[in-house]
């Protein structure tokens, strides 16, 4: 499929949805703590994104059945919510929501840690994945490529002994979730399709303590990291202007 630019009015309803993304992963940030189940999460987040007007965009996505994606540990991306995962102290959990409003998709995902103490080899798991978005998001601008995003993400995870996950990519996102071009987050400074005003991207970093190996439970959706290493997963929708990259989800 061709990759669709957006109109000024478009990106403006992107952010929008972008907003109530935001919201909605403040509002379970604020609740994530020792004690508090990842099906507590997907409740909260079920009634906040209804509340705020949006329709969740995971939920019957192909066969997904939960508005949030939770992914703890060793989990990379796409944990389903569950009353048995109950979070534990030092552990980190990734929050992962979509939704759609007045037809356009926004998508976003933080890694929180629960309670206060992470062994300081997790916090700079956490730490180094969110700048690695940052750094794409600074370059995500007209005339780079999307070789220049995946090696700004790459550049900054290897220079600090951890990897990137291959086998899932960020996307395009627009009157869908999931829209061309994929997003890697690797690749070759100048290499790869040019970034054009209008194009939306929703970056999204995935980043193990060890190696980058990544399989899928039986459950269908829950991957995990090969060699049981912690992951983190930051991401963000972020709009191509003329006034440099403008992040939608913020
Ligand atoms: N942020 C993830 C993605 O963009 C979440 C998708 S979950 C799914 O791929 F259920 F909708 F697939
Ligand atoms: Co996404």
């Keep these: 499929m061709p990759i669709v630019c957006k109109s000024a009015p478009e990106i403006e309803k992107m952010r929008r949805s972008g907003r109530i993304v935001r919201q909605v992963l403040d509002e379970l940030s604020a609740m994530v703590a020792p004690g508090v189940s990842t099906m507590d999460l997907e409740r909260a987040a079920e009634a906040s994104i209804r509340r705020l007007g949006a329709r969740p965009a995971f939920k019957g996505y192909f066969d997904y059945p939960c508005v949030l994606c939770t992914s703890l540990n060793e989990e990379i991306v796409h ?5 048995r995962r109950v979070l534990k102290q030092g552990e980190i959990v990734s929050i992962d929501c979509g939704v759609v409003l007045d037809g356009y998709y ?27 978005l940052d750094r794409a998001i600074q370059v995500a601008r007209i ?22 996950v291959r086998e899932f990519v960020g996307h395009g996102i627009g009157t869908r979730l999931h829209e061309d071009p994929q997003v890697p ?10 970034l054009r005003e209008g194009m939306v991207l929703a970056i999204e970093p995935m ?3 060890g190696k980058p190996g990544a399989r899928v439970l039986p459950d269908k959706w829950t991957a995990v990291t090969e060699d049981g290493s912690y992951s983190a997963h930051f991401e963000h929708c972020v709009a191509i202007t003329t006034d440099g990259p403008q992040v939608l989800t913020a």
């Design 143 to 164: 005339g780079n490529t999307l070789g220049d995003v995946g090696a700004a993400v790459q550049e900054l995870v290897e220079a600090n002994g951890f990897s990137v």
């Design 207 to 209: 980043v193990n303590a």
């Design 106 to 132: 926004a998508d976003a995902a933080v890694t929180l840690p629960v309670g206060n103490h992470l062994k300081p080899e997790v916090a700079r798991l956490v730490e180094v994945t969110k700048s690695s």
């Design 79 to 83: 944990g389903i919510p569950s009353e």
């Design 185 to 194: 987050n690797y690749g070759t400074r100048g290499h790869g399709a040019r």
